[in-house]
């Protein structure tokens, strides 16, 4: 599916999932490099980054965000979002005012010109496979819809149906389409983008949308002015509109995974969902200028570019308590045991502990918090009568004393354990992080430990007692060697041995 393409690019490149932490370092203002308007980022991993402005403007990164260098694409025009396709040859394409179309398939190194046959400001490009990049389409001002067939060489103007202005566009796969722009205007296309129908966005004139993005192949969001939030379950064919935390115009929607995604827009305004954009809550970003792009590489990293050189980095989801661990487990009378341990906490008022049932998410109590400590705390909270249910799903919701608040990842509690016990590592292989999952069977001294290929060990995650269930510890590989590495978990006089592949 190329929605899981789009996630899970690029140059050097897999996705990076769930990390399982909640953090206290937020979001970062970092050092400018520029006074132009940053309007478009992508990053091709942790380390990878290029994004693009104002006058022709090129920015990027090779260490995270640390250092950046700057060029121009050969144009004065303002470039307004960039993308990143292919990866035997990857190629950078910039889209901007007057038609601009630039690319550079030496790292941006140099930029060659494609002919966009119009004079159109372009405004947004998405490539429909982006491992291969044959099929690229581009929107932009008076409804304008070009596409290409064979990797940017030759352009087609599509039949849009509109004169209004298209802000943003995303493809599911090769042929499903949706393309967003100005006074609520929504465009559904099944056939690659040769024909474009109109659906019902339920926004008023004047409201215009700026982008579209989809985690699923049939989950996906739009973002807009006034704060406007849409969502849709059906792959575009209908959408909904989501009560906001924000009346600001939001611009750019990312998602480090099917769950988690952010919003950016005016005055500094970044908003969060865990639950694929059903829900969204507000993060400080500790800035007021306008955000125009975002993008997330994994539930961990991200960057956000907006007016006069603005650049904000995350490397924990923008949230504010470290959260270092999360476990559901089932004990001997039915009951579910949920633990979590904090490394720092920052103005954290407390947790509320949340079940998932057939309504949505129930409150099952709160557990306060330690305010502000750079000490490790653990916390506690059962849940007596939980339903009967194979599966119960929990969450937390971390509350700081100003009432902004964020969600944890999903921990299960199961039904039934497993024989034996089980050792799951995703993402495998990992870049430079990784969730270890595993389930015990009975309370048990629990000892989890990595090992290089010749036996040498290097790391312990755990080492302490556990009750009988699903445990999840995240563990992050930034610092190991590209390789092959063994995980090996000992409950009691069990054992289980999982592989790990380590990528950069």
Same mark, same amino acid.
């Given at each position: ?8 690019? !690029?140059? !050097? ?50 260490? @995270? ?33 007057? @038609? ?113 993005? !989809? ?57 969060? +969902? ?8 507000? &993060? ?17 990293? @991200? ?40 490394? +720092? ?8 502990? &949340? ?78 992080? +990784? ?31 556990? &009750? ?37």
């Amino acid at each position: 599916m190329m929605y899981r393409m789009y996630r899970t690019l !690029f140059l !050097f490149c897999a996705l990076l999932l769930l990390a399982g932490t909640i953090s206290a370092q937020g979001w970062t203002k970092l050092s400018p490099f520029s006074s132009k308007a940053l309007n478009g980022i992508f990053s091709a991993s942790t380390s990878m980054s290029i994004g693009v402005g104002d006058d022709g403007l090129v920015f990027g990164t090779t260490d @995270g965000g640390t250092t950046w260098s700057t060029a121009t694409a050969s144009t004065t025009e303002d470039l307004n979002k960039v993308f990143v396709f292919g990866t035997l040859a990857p190629v950078i394409v910039a889209v901007g005012d007057n @038609g601009t179309l630039r690319y550079s398939d030496n790292v941006g190194i140099t930029w060659g010109s494609w002919t966009s046959g119009t004079t159109q400001n372009l405004n947004d490009i998405f490539v429909h496979d982006p491992f291969v990049g044959t099929n690229l389409t581009v929107v932009g001002d008076n409804g304008t819809i070009i596409h290409s067939g064979n990797s940017g060489a030759n352009w087609t103007a599509r039949t849009s149906g509109t004169t209004k202005r298209l802000n943003g566009v995303f493809f599911i796969d090769l042929n499903t389409g949706v393309a967003v722009g100005n006074d609520g205007l929504i465009l559904r296309t099944t056939d690659a983008g040769v024909s474009w129908a109109p659906i019902n966005s339920g926004v008023s004139a004047g409201t215009d949308l700026k982008h579209v993005f !989809f985690s699923t192949a049939n989950t996906g969001s739009i973002v807009g002015d006034g704060g406007t939030i849409l969502h849709t379950t059906d792959a575009g064919v209908s959408w909904t509109g989501i009560s906001s935390p924000t009346t600001r115009n939001l611009e750019r929607l990312s998602f480090g995974n099917a769950s988690n995604g952010w919003a950016v827009g005016d005055f500094g305004v970044i908003l969060y +969902t865990t639950d694929a954009g059903s829900s969204w809550t507000q &993060q400080g970003s500790g800035v007021t200028g306008q955000l125009r792009s975002v993008f997330f590489v994994d539930v961990m990293n @991200g960057f956000a570019v907006g007016n006069s050189g603005l650049v904000l980095k995350t490397t924990n989801g923008g949230v504010p308590v470290e959260l270092t661990s999360f476990s559901a487990a089932r004990l001997s009378a039915g009951a579910v045991q949920l633990r979590w341990t904090t490394a +720092t906490e920052e103005n954290n008022y407390g947790f509320e502990v &949340q079940r998932e049932n057939a309504d949505g998410w129930q409150r099952l109590g709160f557990v306060g918090g330690s305010g502000s400590t750079t000490a490790a705390r653990e916390y506690r909270f059962t849940d007596e009568h939980p339903p009967a249910a194979a599966t119960v799903r929990y969450r937390l919701r971390q509350i700081d004393f100003d009432g902004s608040s964020e969600y944890s990842p999903v921990v299960e509690a199961a039904a039934v354990l497993p024989a034996e016990p089980e050792l799951h590592i995703y993402p495998n292989p990992a870049h430079s992080s +990784t969730v270890l999952t595993f389930s015990i069977v009975e309370a048990a001294h629990v000892a989890l430990r990595v090992y290089t290929a010749d036996g040498r060990l290097i790391a312990t995650v755990h080492d302490a007692p556990l &009750q009988a269930g699903t445990h999840t510890v995240p563990w992050n590989t930034a610092s190991l060697p590209a390789g092959v590495y063994h995980a090996i978990l000992e409950s009691g006089t069990q054992s289980h041995v999982q592989r790990l592949v380590v990528q950069k």
